[in-house]
């Protein structure tokens, strides 16, 4: 099918200008369905883009380019590869999964919620199907505006210092790697991926280009220390812009480590790449000795996060095909078992109204099928052989432990500790005595909740099982841009097989 | 000259002037003078505005059947139109102003395009240029700067009038000279812009800022407007005198006054550098301080913030723009032989300029104050294209300008629409909730503060896209740094201001911004410039990159 690339950031973008032109004082349903409908067919949208893509070809597919801004080069272009698809199919999933869940809690001002995400939506598959790198900052940039509403109108008690700090955070961020788009500009006289790929740049200019790029997605990622908004931002935000946010925005930052910085400055990556190896396992280690100590749930996954997004970035700069492939599918499985996660804690706030740990206990008894979905995906999340959490993370250590074994013992501390954190925080949750009014009377999930989860837990269990198609998807993109590292791909463990061995 | 000395003594002289390079300004000089006569007329506006019309009507037929269809329909246009608008609003002297005011700058800019398609068409060198005019002996240089000056100037001028229509009504200032002089200020706007000695810069100069010094003062009765006005008169007068200084030392210093001249002695060694140089520094003084760069800058605070909100606007916005026409203009075609010493010294001013208004911008409660403020980073930005030195620094500059005259428009138009429900000023906690109380207003609002914090998809953002680039590309990486560290800061409180308004419960009672046909009017085409030239820059960028074209 033509165009459609654009189509699927049309479809909720069409539905954000819907929802303006609906008459004010419509009823709420009418602005549900238009959520609903514009992101589910956002949905079947990249599910007909899946359907149009050659499996087994790394390079760009599904192009399409026009003429945007000629008189400075610039142009509206997409194309897919198998990495930015496979994130593309999360996005439109999480959307209207997040939309469904969000209208039982969020009542007041719907209709700008729902717009909101639905631009901020369009604005994210922008970001991975850009292969112009002005439009790449545009939609990146874009994103800011509704998720800083998102958390700043619709979130918890401190929402707007929450919000400020995300703003200003991934701003100062991007804007440093604008400066380095600008650069490259004067460099390669385009703003497009290839003639940018195919420039020849000395060492100093990859260091610094590099250093830029870099900052920019390591805030959104993010990396320690400039981790410190997530936290905040977790909290304060509504469940359905935690998820989102867990979900999707911070693998925009993972994804443009490795579709911008990686190739573009292939010197300066092997240089860096010990620095960065180093600082992941900081922030593995860190997020989860953070989140052990946490009282509150939601802060304690919003350090997890910290800590499982340090795995990510952690094979991508292990270099090494079983690793970095690896890590793109944790990014999917990252966002699947935290999305739902965040979307139980809400489910659980919105009975309890409060995220203390210590004020749940023995739940278990009251509410057996969340405690059971919620045992499964905090299973997923600390990677239980089976389930897909598990998947993502073995090959990286695997891939790690190749090129560089102290940072793979080290990880591996981290993966010892998410089973502790989660696991006490259910017990401490779920498990013990049920005591007090409040545990007694809190009610277990209801069928629409489970309608929402279902999708999440099925594909948290179709993976675990079966990554094959994942991983068949992801690998030859992965293998061209470790090849434009000068990694050599074809000498590498198959991650596929050494999983299906161990799963 | 070759016309004085082919001609026969007997003949009477008729010098030979080039009309077509000031056609524009002609249609608001002639309507602020009819206006200023009708205003006099005391009710009775037709006993002038029908016989100007008229003779009007007979110069655009003259014209027509003379050959330029344009600007004799233009002519016909106005003749028509001002007597219309008499019959149509009989004694309400104000709107007749303000009608015929905004009919003269339409016209202004159809002139302004018919202009670009005769006299400076593009050249068929591939170059995709204008080709500069040189008029009035050289005293006049139609070329890119003044091009483009135009439109911006004259797009502003056009926005203001419907902006400040109901502001003036309602504080009983609509008197009868504001339009005249507004009219007279962009065309001393746009003559700077097109002077090419000089002499002809400091008249005009002298021409836009005095009326800008009686508008500041236009609210008598409110003290902060005549601190404005003395301020600004005060400051103005003594920038003026050290520009007059400076350039009677160039004179003194390459024997000219016309800019090419100066340009070319400036690279001799017999000309005294010293003299120079000083005179350099001076002329730079007297120009910082119109343009607001820090330390130049003390005055724009108080008399943004005193002088009415709409002249405000017309200031921030069209002044801006005037300013730096003349700057390109008197580095890139005077000073190319002292680049060396003007180059970091723009730069370092530029820097200090962006950083300083910023940072001051973040202390700030009271909105016309901090946009002040902001106003202030803004030449910083702008300046960047300047000391670029290049093609893509001047067209980037110019259009910057024009990006930045949208944006700020659009916030001082809806400041206006809080205002008229408070005689105070709007503050920060005015903003409060706004996005409940009146969410169109909130959100142009904030798509206006978003674009003067250059976020995508705003025209701001391709301002600041272009500068930057232009910034890079002639090595001034670390001028860039600084500017966007600059930009962290500046969207700190423009956020903060979109803050108060969405994610605050407004206060109880508070009072709901008045709109009225006009306010919205202007408001909403400024969004809509605001959006179109963020997302579809295509147009305008490539005007303005046709607009690098110099008299040499």
């Known amino acids: 099918m033509a165009n459609i690339l654009t189509i699927t950031i049309a479809l909720p973008l069409l539905g954000a200008l819907a929802l303006a032109f609906l008459p004010e004082g419509s009823d709420d349903r009418a602005i549900k369905v238009v959520g609903v409908v514009a992101s589910a067919a956002a949905f079947v949208a990249s599910l007909v883009a899946l359907a149009g893509f050659e499996f087994g070809d790394g390079g760009f597919q599904l192009e399409e380019s026009f003429a945007w801004i000629p008189a400075i080069g610039a142009n509206f272009s997409l194309a897919v590869d198998g990495v930015s698809l496979l994130l593309i199919l999360l996005t439109t999933l999480l959307t209207p999964l997040i939309l469904i869940a969000s209208f039982a809690s969020v009542t007041d001002r719907l209709k700008g919620y729902v717009a909101s995400f639905l631009v901020l939506e369009a604005a994210v598959i922008g970001v991975f199907a850009a292969t112009d790198l002005l439009l790449f900052y545009v939609f990146f940039e874009f994103t800011l505006i509704p998720m800083y509403l998102i958390i700043g109108i619709w979130g918890g008690k401190d929402r707007r210092a929450a919000a400020v700090k995300f703003f200003l955070y991934t701003l100062l961020g991007g804007l440093l790697m604008l400066v380095a788009v600008l650069y490259l500009f004067t460099q390669a006289g385009s703003f497009g991926y290839q003639d940018v790929l195919a420039l020849e740049l000395s060492q100093t200019e990859q260091r610094w280009l590099f250093t830029a790029f870099a900052l920019a997605f390591a805030v959104k990622v993010p990396l320690f220390p400039v981790h410190t908004w997530l936290p905040d931002a977790h909290t304060e935000a509504p469940t359905g812009g935690s998820v989102f946010l867990a979900g999707v925005l911070l693998k925009m930052g993972t994804f443009g480590l490795l579709r911008y910085a990686l190739p573009f400055f292939p010197d300066a990556t092997v240089e860096f790449a010990p620095w960065l190896l180093g600082i992941s396992v900081v922030g593995i280690l860190y997020g989860a000795i953070v989140a052990l100590m946490q009282s509150d749930i939601k802060k304690l996954i919003a350090y997890s996060s910290v800590s499982h997004m340090g795995f990510v970035v952690l094979g991508t700069f292990a270099l090494n095909a079983t690793a970095t492939s690896a890590s793109v599918v944790q990014m999917v499985n990252h966002g699947l078992s935290t999305g739902a996660l965040f979307l139980l804690i809400g489910f659980l706030y919105e009975r309890r109204h409060t995220r203390q740990i210590s004020a749940f206990g023995g739940l278990a008894k009251r509410v057996p099928i969340m405690a059971g979905l919620w045992l499964l995906v905090s299973m997923s999340a600390l990677a239980l052989p089976g389930l897909n959490g598990f998947v993502g993370e073995f090959p990286i250590l695997l891939g790690t432990f190749q090129t560089n074994r102290t940072a793979a013992v080290l990880a591996s501390f981290g993966a010892v500790l998410a089973a502790l954190y989660l696991l006490w925080a259910y017990q401490r949750m779920f498990h013990g005595p049920l005591e007090g009014a409040d545990n007694e009377n809190t009610s277990d999930l209801k069928r629409s909740e489970i309608g929402v989860l279902a999708p999440l837990v099925i594909l948290i269990v179709a993976i675990g099982l079966y990554p094959k198609p994942m991983f068949d998807l992801v690998e030859p993109a992965v293998d061209r841009v470790l090849s434009e590292v000068g990694v050599d791909t074809t000498l590498d463990l198959d991650p596929v097989a050494s999983t299906d061995a161990e799963g | ?552």
């Open chain 2, 1 to 552: 000259m070759t016309v004085l000395a082919q001609a026969d003594p007997n003949v009477v002289l008729i010098p030979d002037v080039a009309w077509s390079s000031f056609a524009p300004e002609l249609a608001p000089t002639f309507m602020a003078l009819v206006l200023l006569l009708v205003a006099i007329t005391r009710g009775r506006e037709q006993i002038v505005a029908a016989p100007a019309g008229l003779a009007s009507v007979a110069g655009g037929v003259w014209l027509v059947t003379q050959g330029p269809v344009v600007p004799g329909a233009v002519a016909i246009a106005l003749g028509v139109g001002l007597p219309a608008a008499v019959f149509a609003f009989p004694r309400r002297t104000s709107l007749v102003q303000a009608w015929g005011a905004g009919m003269a700058l339409v016209g202004a800019l159809v002139l302004t395009g018919w202009q670009y398609v005769t006299v400076l068409d593009v050249a068929g060198d591939g170059s995709g240029r204008i080709v500069p005019q040189e008029a009035l002996a050289g005293a006049l240089a139609n070329d890119g700067i003044a091009f483009f000056t135009r439109i911006t100037v004259y797009l502003t001028a056009l926005i203001v009038i419907p902006l400040g229509y109901g502001y003036l009504q309602d504080r009983r200032i609509n008197r009868a000279e504001v339009e005249p002089l507004l009219l007279l200020s962009v065309v001393g706007m746009v003559a700077i812009a097109t002077a090419n000695d000089l002499i002809t810069i400091f008249v005009a100069l002298e021409v836009f800022s005095l009326a800008l010094y009686v508008l500041c003062g236009l609210a008598r009765r409110d003290r902060r407007s005549q601190e404005s006005s003395l301020k600004y008169f005060v400051m103005g007068a003594v920038a003026s005198a050290i520009l007059l200084y400076g350039m009677a030392l160039l004179y003194v210093a390459t024997g000219s006054v016309a800019l090419g001249d100066i340009g070319t002695a400036l690279t001799l060694v017999s000309t005294p550098r010293i003299v120079a140089v000083l005179g350099l520094v001076l002329v730079t003084v007297g120009i910082g301080f119109k343009i607001a760069l820090v330390p130049f800058h003390l005055w724009t605070p108080d008399v943004y913030q005193g002088a009415p909100t709409n002249i405000t606007a017309f200031m921030a916005a069209a002044t801006k723009a005037a300013g730096f026409a003349v700057v390109l203009r008197l580095y890139l075609v005077a000073f190319p032989g002292l680049q060396s010493l003007w180059v970091p010294m723009l730069a370092v001013l530029a820097a200090i300029t962006m950083l300083y208004g910023a940072y001051l911008a973040l202390v700030q409660r009271d909105l016309k104050r901090m946009l002040a403020y902001s106003s202030i980073t803004h030449a910083g930005y702008a300046t960047i294209g300047v000391v670029s030195v290049s093609d893509a620094g001047l067209s980037a500059t110019l259009w910057y300008l024009l990006t930045y005259a949208v944006g700020t428009l659009g916030a001082f138009g809806c400041i206006l629409a809080l205002e008229r429900t408070r005689k105070g000023e709007v503050g920060l906690l005015e903003l409060r909730g706004l996005g409940r109380t009146s969410p169109a207003i909130a959100g142009m609002l904030s798509l206006s503060l978003l674009s003067l914090a250059g976020l995508p998809p705003t025209a701001g953002f391709a301002g600041k896209l272009v500068v930057f680039q232009a910034g890079l590309e002639a090595g001034l990486t670390w001028l860039v740094v600084i500017g966007v560290l600059s930009s962290v800061v500046a969207a700190f409180f423009y956020l903060r201001l979109a803050g108060q308004m969405f994610l605050e419960e407004p206060d109880e009672g508070a009072p709901v911004p008045v709109q009225s046909t006009g306010l919205s009017a202007g408001i909403a085409v400024s969004a809509t410039l605001v959006i179109f030239l963020g997302v579809q820059p295509q147009l305008f960028l490539q005007l303005a990159d046709s607009a690098v074209a110099l008299v040499p």
